[in-house]
């Protein structure tokens, strides 16, 4: 890896961001308040050219307890951490905090300097030495180098630059493809440039030009100018420090905490299911919904512990839990966190995400945690199985890659085989493609074919159920396009018809019950004695003993073709209507042209339904209006 990451941990004055500026000539404390005060109260940043060639990007986290949840939004992409004790103190409060820290985050690479050697003589700093031997045993950092250094005279500083390049070497990334995710640390602005955000690449790259989401939230901005370590490039790769200079985006419009990454990548979540361990040297039990402080990537979140098994966690213990976060987050699986109390802060605990978008799940059931242990461990199509079969949707294979947290690669790998094994299904349309799990969809078709077999049974004489009704009611989770997706993969295989704006089960047509069907033949007689003056539609329907129903009946009868409506109000049997044409082209054969007044009498009727009838046959390009006459219009012509 030619880009790695370096953080800083330790207790406050122990000499962190004095050893960085001796490694790289960088002053690390870059705020007023930090050269009064003489503590780093930022994160800082500084580069290193290691002996091998690799490039190090340093981070300086403060010690103080009142800035941990600073250091916090700096170890989240940390390759290799050096734990720095003052040679004159030792191991202090904030040196074990900071070491359950990086047990919690799960750094496994790192060294021990001891700083300020020229502080103390010999005989101490031995006994410094196996008090910090006794401190690291079984720890992540008990097989760490452990070096002593002076940043004032430059004693034991090659030797240790040495030491990180040795072990810069051996460091890899076990995750490093996919889009690009840049959890954002600070963010500021430059005169003649606009906002920059900064932060560590955690994977994939980031181009000038490209697009980037603003997470949790839903802007995007292009990328006009990227920095990394302190040069301008083209692209930023995997394990970078990265500035990138977002064009149009303002200071307020992103924060420390929210994460830049590709357009629908990733899913923003007020649920999290996660594998947590408590530290064994808590004071007391975890609770059951306690409030705590999450940090995942750089954010910290206000948020409660469900605990899906039990009523508390032990401390030492560890469960599979969901957080319940008072505002969304945008993680990846594998992403680790750290939690603190709510009040007092400490940190208690930490662990790994093992859903970044969960939904709530019933407590104390036992199925809910065997998904979640399988969701742990599993393989990457175990993985996806499971996600596409608990969640009853569709995913284009960019949201079932940020909902498992795959790759592309190992998405599109996993959706081979489980398309094969007839585990996953596909539905395309216009050249895109969504999937969801076998059993959902046939339990989609059972739900649509219930449906519409209550429906007809209730409406029979409607031509089927409204489109967005069903989707609104029996579908919510999928939009207007996936949702007509779905349909045409049903009518494709003959299960369902659909209509512009309906659907019905295949080969449905409405039928009248035996009740209904007098009702009609009914209205049928009373449009049919009076043809040219028929009956208002409120009336006939009063006439036919309609009640509360009316519209059903209309629809049906015009859907049928048995009455067409003339006007707003007016409706002639298609009979009548197609005898009162007959009579127009009689009379338009024999003289060429006809008057309202001939029409009326022709058809012995008044002109209140003369004017509306003729209108119609207007539109309808049967005759055609020149002044006060009509002659023969282009349908009739060329019939």
Same mark, same amino acid.
């Given at each position: 890896?030619?880009?790695?990451?370096?953080?800083?941990?330790?207790?406050?004055?122990?000499?962190?961001?004095?050893?960085?500026?001796?490694?790289?000539?960088?002053?690390?404390?870059?705020?007023?308040?930090?050269?009064?005060?003489?503590?780093?109260?930022?994160?800082?940043?500084?580069?290193?050219?290691?002996?091998?060639?690799?490039?190090?990007?340093?981070?300086?986290?403060?010690?103080?307890?009142?800035?941990?949840?600073?250091?916090?939004?700096?170890?989240?992409?940390?390759?290799?951490?050096?734990?720095?004790?003052?040679?004159?103190?030792?191991?202090?409060?904030?040196?074990?905090?900071?070491?359950?820290?990086?047990?919690?985050?799960?750094?496994?690479?790192?060294?021990?300097?001891?700083?300020?050697?020229?502080?103390?003589?010999?005989?101490?700093?031995?006994?410094?030495?196996?008090?910090?031997?006794?401190?690291?045993?079984?720890?992540?950092?008990?097989?760490?180098?452990?070096?002593?250094?002076?940043?004032?005279?430059?004693?034991?500083?090659?030797?240790?630059?040495?030491?990180?390049?040795?072990?810069?070497?051996?460091?890899?990334?076990?995750?490093?493809?996919?889009?690009?995710?840049?959890?954002?640390?600070?963010?500021?602005?430059?005169?003649?440039?606009?906002?920059?955000?900064?932060?560590?690449?955690?994977?994939?790259?980031?181009?000038?030009?490209?697009?980037?989401?603003?997470?949790?939230?839903?802007?995007?901005?292009?990328?006009?100018?990227?920095?990394?370590?302190?040069?301008?490039?083209?692209?930023?790769?995997?394990?970078?420090?990265?500035?990138?200079?977002?064009?149009?985006?303002?200071?307020?419009?992103?924060?420390?905490?929210?994460?830049?990454?590709?357009?629908?990548?990733?899913?923003?979540?007020?649920?999290?299911?996660?594998?947590?361990?408590?530290? @064994?040297?808590?004071? !007391?039990?975890?609770?059951? =919904?306690?409030? +705590?402080?999450?940090? &995942?990537? *750089? $954010? /910290?979140?206000?948020?409660?512990?469900?605990?899906?098994?039990?009523?508390?966690?032990?401390?030492?213990?560890?469960?599979?839990?969901?957080?319940?976060?008072?505002?969304?987050?945008?993680?990846?699986?594998?992403?680790?966190?750290?939690?603190?109390?709510?009040?007092?802060?400490?940190?208690?605990?930490?662990?790994?995400?093992?859903? @970044?978008?969960?939904? !709530?799940?019933?407590?104390? =059931?036992?199925? +809910?945690?065997?998904? &979640?242990? *399988? $969701? /742990?461990?599993?393989?990457?199509?175990?993985?996806?199985?499971?996600?596409?079969?608990?969640?009853?949707?569709?995913?284009?294979?960019?949201?079932?890659?940020?909902?498992?947290?795959?790759?592309?690669?190992?998405?599109?790998?996993?959706?081979?085989?489980?398309?094969?094994?007839?585990?996953?299904?596909?539905?395309?349309?216009?050249?895109?493609?969504?999937?969801?799990?076998?059993?959902?969809?046939?339990?989609?078709?059972?739900?649509?074919?219930? $449906?519409?077999?209550?429906?007809?049974?209730?409406?029979?004489?409607?031509?089927?159920?409204?489109?967005?009704?069903?989707?609104?009611?029996?579908?919510?989770?999928?939009?207007?396009?996936?949702?007509?997706?779905?349909?045409?993969?049903?009518?494709?295989?003959?299960?369902?018809?659909?209509?512009?704006?309906?659907?019905?089960?295949?080969?449905?047509?409405?039928?009248?019950?035996?009740?209904?069907?007098?009702?009609?033949?009914?209205?049928?007689?009373?449009?049919?004695?009076?043809?040219?003056?028929?009956?208002?539609?409120?009336?006939?329907?009063?006439?036919?003993?309609?009640?509360?129903?009316?519209?059903?009946?209309?629809?049906?009868?015009?859907?049928?073709?048995?009455?067409?409506?003339?006007?707003?109000?007016?409706?002639?049997?298609?009979?009548?209507?197609?005898?009162?044409?007959?009579?127009?082209?009689?009379?338009?054969?024999?003289?060429?042209?006809?008057?309202?007044?001939?029409?009326?009498?022709?058809?012995?009727?008044?002109?209140?339904?003369?004017?509306?009838?003729?209108?119609?046959?207007?539109?309808?390009?049967?005759?055609?209006?020149?002044?006060?006459?009509?002659?023969?219009?282009?349908?009739?012509?060329?019939?």
């Amino acid at each position: 890896m030619n880009h790695i990451i370096i953080g800083t941990a330790g207790h406050v004055d122990h000499g962190k961001t004095v050893l960085i500026r001796a490694l790289t000539g960088t002053d690390t404390d870059r705020l007023k308040e930090e050269k009064e005060r003489g503590i780093s109260i930022e994160l800082g940043f500084a580069y290193l050219q290691l002996p091998n060639g690799q490039t190090a990007g340093i981070i300086d986290v403060p010690g103080h307890e009142r800035f941990i949840k600073n250091m916090l939004a700096g170890v989240g992409g940390i390759d290799i951490v050096l734990l720095v004790i003052a040679a004159d103190e030792g191991v202090m409060p904030q040196t074990r905090e900071h070491l359950d820290i990086i047990q919690l985050l799960q750094i496994e690479k790192g060294l021990v300097v001891i700083t300020k050697k020229d502080l103390v003589d010999q005989e101490w700093l031995e006994l410094v030495y196996e008090e910090v031997k006794d401190f690291l045993a079984g720890t992540l950092l008990e097989n760490a180098p452990i070096l002593a250094v002076s940043a004032v005279t430059g004693e034991g500083m090659d030797y240790l630059r040495e030491t990180i390049s040795q072990l810069a070497a051996g460091t890899t990334r076990i995750k490093y493809t996919g889009p690009p995710r840049l959890p954002v640390d600070r963010v500021f602005s430059v005169t003649g440039f606009g906002t920059v955000a900064t932060g560590t690449l955690l994977s994939g790259q980031i181009h000038t030009g490209d697009i980037l989401q603003i997470y949790p939230g839903d802007a995007v901005y292009r990328v006009r100018n990227i920095q990394v370590h302190g040069h301008k490039v083209d692209t930023a790769e995997p394990g970078q420090r990265v500035a990138v200079n977002l064009s149009g985006a303002e200071a307020d419009d992103l924060n420390r905490g929210d994460t830049l990454a590709s357009p629908g990548s990733l899913q923003p979540s007020f649920r999290v299911d996660v594998k947590l361990k408590l530290l @064994p040297d808590v004071p !007391k039990p975890l609770k059951h =919904r306690a409030r +705590v402080r999450v940090y &995942l990537g *750089t $954010a /910290e979140i206000l948020g409660r512990v469900i605990l899906l098994d039990r009523e508390e966690l032990q401390p030492g213990g560890d469960a599979y839990v969901q957080l319940q976060l008072e505002t969304k987050v945008a993680a990846a699986r594998g992403d680790h966190f750290v939690i603190r109390s709510y009040s007092p802060m400490r940190t208690i605990g930490g662990g790994t995400v093992i859903n @970044p978008a969960a939904g !709530k799940h019933r407590r104390n =059931r036992q199925e +809910v945690i065997q998904a &979640l242990a *399988t $969701a /742990e461990k599993g393989t990457p199509d175990e993985l996806l199985e499971q996600y596409l079969a608990t969640n009853s949707r569709v995913f284009t294979p960019v949201e079932l890659a940020a909902g498992v947290g795959l790759t592309g690669e190992e998405t599109a790998s996993a959706l081979r085989e489980l398309l094969d094994d007839n585990r996953a299904a596909a539905i395309q349309a216009e050249g895109e493609k969504v999937y969801l799990a076998t059993r959902v969809l046939a339990e989609w078709e059972k739900k649509i074919i219930r $449906a519409l077999t209550e429906y007809h049974a209730k409406y029979p004489l409607r031509e089927g159920y409204p489109k967005e009704e069903m989707r609104s009611r029996l579908f919510p989770a999928i939009n207007n396009k996936q949702f007509q997706m779905l349909l045409n993969h049903f009518a494709k295989n003959k299960i369902l018809a659909v209509q512009p704006q309906t659907v019905s089960l295949q080969g449905f047509r409405p039928q009248p019950t035996p009740t209904q069907g007098k009702k009609i033949n009914r209205l049928e007689e009373m449009y049919l004695a009076s043809p040219f003056q028929p009956p208002g539609w409120p009336e006939a329907a009063k006439e036919a003993g309609l009640a509360g129903d009316e519209s059903e009946y209309l629809s049906y009868l015009l859907n049928r073709g048995i009455l067409v409506k003339i006007a707003e109000g007016l409706y002639f049997h298609s009979r009548a209507l197609q005898s009162a044409i007959d009579l127009v082209k009689g009379h338009l054969t024999q003289k060429g042209e006809l008057s309202l007044g001939e029409v009326r009498d022709l058809l012995q009727t008044s002109r209140k339904y003369t004017l509306p009838l003729l209108e119609y046959l207007d539109r309808e390009k049967i005759t055609r209006r020149v002044g006060d006459i009509r002659v023969a219009g282009r349908a009739l012509s060329s019939g």
